[in-house]
Structures are given as C-alpha cells and as structure tokens.
C-alpha cells in the first residue's frame, strides 16, 4: 500500500495552470511542476500521469472559470452593451497590467495549434462564450435594447473573435488607447 496523498489536487492544478499560463506548455519542464507545486516527481506522476494530462486539467480549469465568469455577467446583465463594455475593459486592464501573461486559452489555441485536444478544448470553450453572448444579444433584442435588424449569432461570432483577438493585441503590447477605442468600436457594433 502507498502513502497517501499529502497535497491537494485543486491547488496543484491551480498551481500547475499558473506555471503553464505564465511560461507556456514547452517552456515549462517537468522540474519547473514539481517545485512549483511542491510535490515529489513520483507524486506527480501518480497523481496526474503525466505533464499533458496535468495540462489538459490545468487548461480545462481555467477554461471553466473563463466561461463561467462570463456566462454569469452576461446572465446578470440588465443591459448588454454596457456589461460587454465592462467585461472588455476588464480584460484590457489584465492585459496591460500584466502582457507577457495574456490569455491562457489564446496561448494555449496559439502554442498548440497541432494538439487536437487542446484544439478541441480551445474550440469547446469559444463556442460556449459564444453561445452566451448570442443568448445575451437575443435576450437584448427581444427587450429593445439593440435593434431589431440586429442578427446576435452573427454579433456574438464577431465578439467572440474579437475578444480572443483584444487578448492577442494585449499581449502584443498595444497601448491603452489602441484597445479601448477597438473596445468602442466593438461594442459600436450593437448600435
């Protein structure tokens, strides 16, 4: 009988997902998880299998969390341009405090591009943004508040692509003023 586990897999995987949003899926070496996460190499293994599938969990949290938050200000949202408005503004807000980070979803979809399980997992998590926004927008225009001619599938099509591309304009180190008048325009849209 082994020893049991003495660390906690939610924040090994919490951990695991900042090490591989900050440093990228290669960069970061099987040595580079078990400090980061404080555990033996034979406890990773035990309790992860290998690096991909830690990464695979690792993406799929914050994937989760991504959508999620999201859903939930959307599902909230009284009026849905400002709440697009804001959730925009806050991602230009994480970007320039911090580019190198970015959007692990974007670096993820970027680094792995030949990785159909990323790929899937990228794709899974975009048409679930997508598919809120387009619920948002539909609500949003059975109340009035975008015009009636307004198609929300095509407009929740082009937000989610302009958000994954606000993120990599972020990382690409465009200034405030280059992403908050994209924002405007973007959210300019729904007029």
Known sequence: ??????????????????????????????????EGLGIARGSLYKAFGSKEQLYAMAL???????????????????????????VLLELVEADLADPERGCLLVNAATERSAHPDTVQQASRTMGQIESALAGALERARAR??????????ELAQFLTTFLQGLRVMGKARADRVFLENAVKVAVGALD
């Open 1 to 34: 009988m082994g020893r049991p586990r003495t660390f906690d897999i939610d924040t090994a995987v919490d951990r695991a997902m900042e090490l591989f949003w900050r440093q990228g899926f290669e960069a970061t070496s099987t040595e580079d998880l078990v």
């Open 60 to 86: 799929r949290r914050y994937c989760q969390r991504h959508a999620e938050g999201l859903i939930e200000i959307l599902d909230r949202a009284e009026q849905v341009r400002p709440a697009i408005r804001a």
């Open 144 to 153: 009035g508040d975008i015009a009636a001619d307004k198609k929300p599938q």
